[in-house]
């Protein structure tokens, strides 16, 4: 495709302590298309994105924001950027509504009182255009919603700040099907809108049914980052697990380490 | 939940409300575990009741009245405590404070001559202090508060005794603080507040309700709006119709009637402490920390300071409520704000519907608590029964209270309401 980048991140490095989570690596995010970041438990997924959103500082490496680079302090920063990030336990408060939750910490204000109706009104409109209908009222408690409502009022939170960048960890992890699909579509529509949406996932449906492209990680690396109908289910697994399929992946001499560390953390186990 | 949505209309697809699907919304909220005020309001109802068939003059003017001053101290230093409860956090220390607050303004009059406001302003300052002091030790240093406040509580009992040296007590003789708990206002004045109350609340509840229809957002049916305000007007207009009345034993020798003091003093805490609470960001922001402490932190709330200022808001409150009490005994002595004035205070909250586990509380529950308690104290006080007995019956419907509250949200969480 031939639209420029809207997020880059270049080299990222990042070590705790004496383990190297992030090594080297690269990610491209492109306004109106969802980014499926994958990999294994511990590949580095999570901490990738605390990098982006400004959580953890990173060691070496650059990120590039509409072509500009940019440093990335803390969440405020990122958030100024416009790169919203929704956490897997979503960060809702049950005994609040939805339009209180979606103003939370920047609510309106006219003079010295909430805005009610200013908020209520935004809400709705954001989640008017979202497409989302499936909730009664905006003004009943978080704590009455199921969880893919709960999901898409997080999301809908994301989005009201014109924020460009959405990160999703996880949003399906905890959904039954029915659910799944209603957020599976939101996160769409959210590419269709122009936002660069990355999602997080483990679960190749998913992957395949609403990504354009696949960033996958292995053990801290890129290893490969591509079109989505490019590849298939098969390669997208191997990828995951060994680091490489076919062309795709890392080197031969490079797999070799990767090899030699998985074997030194799995040989305890396989004894048993 | 499936209406068919036309593609110009916005999110919230429920039908028009209607007086009907109002109540039942009620209904439901009710059955899912959400009681609100309900178990309050049937226990006033049932204990004004029960305590008139046995005590018929339970319900005379001049006993209305006492209740109010009764419960007045007990009843503003809850207010104080329900925002620490939101928090989920606990004040043992909240009682004694407004003893050493109450000190303070008893001393600083008897033995410095200090005029009355002087010393309502230390009194006011020394429970802010004394709020910061704990808040500080909960918030910054990580102790939990149960302990901190039961150190407060051990401490400001010591400090009482301190401040009046030992003596049996410090009497107050200033006209203004004594007026407080023990005079009237004039019936007049009592009728145009009321008056200015009622028109100040359909005031709010109509524009609110205009404004939001404006903007074509759902608004409650106009009957409801115009219920709320007639029952506010009911009740308030038997509340200063009876305190208007004599209550004089001997009307040549002295008059007493019209509204306590003290009325309107609880009355004005009670709308400003509601307005904080329901329509600043600051109370948002409260509810926010106490629902979900994680989810207000990365909302970007200084949580930290959020729980210091509870703690400072109810020691304050505690200072007002140790004010209110040295008026009504016309004294400080060693047991100013001890015995049962915190434990009182609590169980007003909690009966009120102020859940323990935070997050869930409102102003007015320390008013509706606080007259449960009032009318126990004063209905057993005139059956003759006991302090003990009055303890024991206190604590039994404190236990129901505290039990309304954990089996309400075992059943809103079986519905999925919380």
């Given at each position: 495709?031939?639209?420029?980048?809207?997020?880059?991140?270049?080299g990222i490095?990042?070590?705790?302590?004496?383990v190297?989570?992030l090594?080297d690596?690269d990610l491209?995010v492109?306004?109106g298309?969802?980014?499926a970041?994958?990999?294994?438990?511990?590949?580095g997924k999570?901490?990738?994105?605390?990098?982006?959103?400004?959580?953890?500082p990173i060691?070496?490496?650059?990120?590039l924001?509409?072509?500009q680079?940019?440093?990335i302090h803390g969440p405020?920063?990122?958030?100024?950027?416009?790169?919203e990030v929704?956490?897997?336990?979503?960060?809702?408060?049950?005994n609040?509504?939805i339009?209180?939750n979606?103003?939370?910490?920047?609510?309106r204000?006219?003079?010295l009182v909430?805005?009610e109706?200013?908020?209520?009104?935004m809400a709705?409109e954001?989640?008017a255009?979202l497409?989302?209908?499936?909730?009664?009222?905006?003004?009943?408690?978080v704590?009455?919603l199921s969880?893919?409502?709960?999901?898409?009022?997080?999301i809908?939170k994301?989005?009201?700040w014109n924020s460009?960048v959405?990160?999703?960890?996880?949003?399906t992890?905890?959904?039954g099907?029915?659910?799944?699909a209603q957020v599976?579509?939101l996160?769409?529509?959210l590419a269709?809108?122009?936002?660069?949406?990355?999602?997080?996932s483990?679960?190749?449906n998913?992957?395949f049914?609403?990504?354009?492209?696949?960033?996958?990680l292995?053990?801290?690396q890129?290893?490969?980052?591509?079109?989505t109908?490019?590849?298939t289910?098969?390669?997208v697994?191997?990828?995951?697990?060994?680091g490489?399929?076919?062309?795709l992946?890392?080197?031969?001499?490079?797999?070799?380490?990767?090899?030699e560390?998985a074997?030194t953390?799995?040989?305890p186990?396989a004894?048993? | 939940m499936?209406?068919?949505a036309h593609?110009i209309?916005?999110v919230?697809?429920?039908?028009?409300?209607t007086?009907?699907?109002?109540?039942?919304?009620?209904l439901?909220?009710v059955g899912?575990?959400d009681l609100g005020a309900?178990?309050a309001v049937?226990?006033l109802?049932?204990?004004?009741?029960?305590?008139?068939i046995?005590?018929p003059v339970?319900?005379s003017?001049?006993n209305?009245?006492?209740?109010f001053?009764?419960?007045?101290a007990?009843t503003?230093?809850a207010?104080?405590?329900?925002?620490v409860?939101?928090?989920?956090?606990i004040d043992?220390s909240a009682?004694f404070?407004?003893?050493v607050?109450?000190?303070?303004l008893?001393?600083?009059?008897a033995e410095?001559g200090?005029?009355w406001?002087?010393a309502?302003?230390?009194a006011?300052?020394?429970?802010?202090?004394i709020?910061l002091?704990?808040g500080f030790?909960?918030?910054?240093?990580?102790i939990?508060s149960?302990?901190v406040?039961?150190a407060g509580?051990?401490?400001?009992?010591?400090?009482?005794?301190?401040l009046?040296?030992?003596g049996?007590?410090?009497?107050?003789?200033?006209d203004?603080?004594?007026?407080i708990?023990n005079k009237?206002?004039v019936?007049?004045?009592g009728w145009v507040?009321t008056i200015i109350g009622i028109?100040?609340?359909?005031?709010?509840?109509l524009?609110?309700?205009?404004?939001?229809?404006?903007r074509?957002?759902?608004t409650?049916?106009?009957?409801?709006a115009v219920?709320?305000?007639a029952a506010?007007?009911v009740?308030?207009g038997?509340?200063?119709?009876v305190?208007n009345?004599e209550?004089?034993?001997n009307?040549?020798v002295?008059?007493l009637k019209?509204?306590?003091?003290v009325?309107?003093i609880?009355?004005?805490l009670?709308?400003?402490?509601?307005?904080?609470?329901r329509?600043?960001?600051?109370?948002?922001h409260?509810?926010?920390v106490?629902?979900?402490?994680?989810?207000?932190?990365?909302?970007?709330i200084?949580?930290d300071r959020?729980?210091?200022?509870?703690?400072?808001i109810?020691?304050?409150?505690a200072?007002?409520?140790?004010?209110?009490?040295?008026?009504?005994?016309?004294?400080?002595?060693?047991n100013?704000?001890?015995?049962?004035?915190?434990?009182?205070?609590?169980g007003?909250?909690?009966?009120g519907g102020t859940?323990?586990?935070?997050?869930k509380?409102r102003v007015?529950d320390?008013?509706?608590?606080?007259?449960?308690i009032?009318?126990i104290?004063?209905?057993?006080g005139?059956?003759?029964?006991s302090?003990?007995q009055?303890?024991?019956?206190?604590?039994v419907?404190l236990?129901?209270?505290?039990g309304v509250d954990?089996?309400?949200r075992?059943r809103?969480?079986?519905?999925?309401?919380r």
């Open positions: 495709m031939s639209v420029t980048p809207l997020l880059e991140a270049r490095d990042k070590r705790f302590g004496p190297q989570v090594k690596v491209t492109t306004p298309e969802v980014t970041l994958v990999g294994d438990n511990g590949a999570s901490t990738l994105v605390k990098c982006i959103s400004g959580i953890y060691d070496a490496g650059e990120f924001f509409d072509g680079p940019v440093t405020r920063d990122a958030a100024g950027l416009g790169i929704v956490y897997q336990d979503l960060a809702l408060c049950d609040l509504d339009v209180q979606m103003f939370l910490g920047r609510e204000r006219s003079g909430l805005d109706p200013t908020m209520e009104q709705a954001t989640l255009g497409s989302v209908r499936t909730v009664k009222s905006l003004r009943q408690h704590s009455s969880g893919g409502q709960r999901q898409t009022v997080a809908a994301a989005v009201l460009k959405v990160i999703l960890d996880e949003p992890a905890a959904l099907v029915a659910q799944t599976l579509e996160v769409r529509r269709d809108r122009g936002l660069a949406v990355v999602l997080i483990h679960n190749m998913d992957v049914a609403v990504s354009d492209r696949i960033a996958a292995y053990l801290g890129m290893v490969a980052q591509v079109k109908t490019d590849v289910h098969a390669q697994v191997e990828l995951i697990t060994a490489r399929s076919g062309d992946g890392l080197a031969a001499e490079k797999i070799d380490n990767g090899v560390y074997d953390l799995t040989t186990g004894e048993q | 499936t209406t068919t593609h209309e916005p919230a697809v429920a039908p028009k409300p007086v009907g699907s109002h109540i039942r919304d009620y439901s909220r899912g575990g309900l178990p049937l226990g109802i049932v204990l004004c009741v029960f305590f008139a046995m005590k339970f319900f003017a001049g209305f009245a006492n209740l001053t009764q419960g007045a007990v503003i230093i207010m104080g405590l329900i925002f409860l939101l928090l989920g956090e043992l009682g404070a407004s003893g607050c109450a000190a303070i008893a001393q600083l009059m410095q200090a005029p406001y002087l309502v302003l230390a006011i300052v020394t429970g802010v202090v709020g002091v704990l030790l909960v918030a910054k240093v990580g939990p149960f302990v406040t039961l509580f051990l401490a400001f009992q010591g400090t009482v005794l301190l009046i040296k030992g049996t007590n410090v009497s107050i003789r200033d203004v603080i004594l007026a708990a009237n206002i019936p007049w004045l507040l028109a100040g609340y359909a005031a709010v509840v524009l609110s309700r205009r404004r939001r229809a404006a074509g957002l759902v409650e049916p106009l009957a409801v219920g709320r305000i506010l007007a009740i308030l038997i509340a200063v119709f305190l009345q209550r004089s034993r009307v040549v002295v008059s019209g509204v306590p003091i009325v309107p609880i009355a004005a009670l709308i400003i402490w509601t307005f904080i609470l329509r600043t960001a600051y109370g948002r409260i509810y926010a106490g629902g979900n402490r994680e989810a207000a932190r990365r909302a970007g200084s949580v959020i729980r210091i200022s509870v703690f400072v109810c020691s304050g409150m200072a007002i409520g140790g004010i209110v009490a040295a008026s009504r005994a016309n004294s400080v002595d060693a100013t704000g001890g015995s049962n004035v915190l434990l009182y205070a609590v007003a909250a909690v009966i859940s323990l586990f935070g997050g509380g007015l320390a008013l509706l608590g606080g007259a449960v009032a009318v104290d004063n209905g057993m005139l059956m003759g029964l302090s003990g009055k303890f024991v019956f206190t604590g419907v236990l129901l209270a505290a954990a089996l309400s075992r809103a969480a079986a519905t999925g309401t």
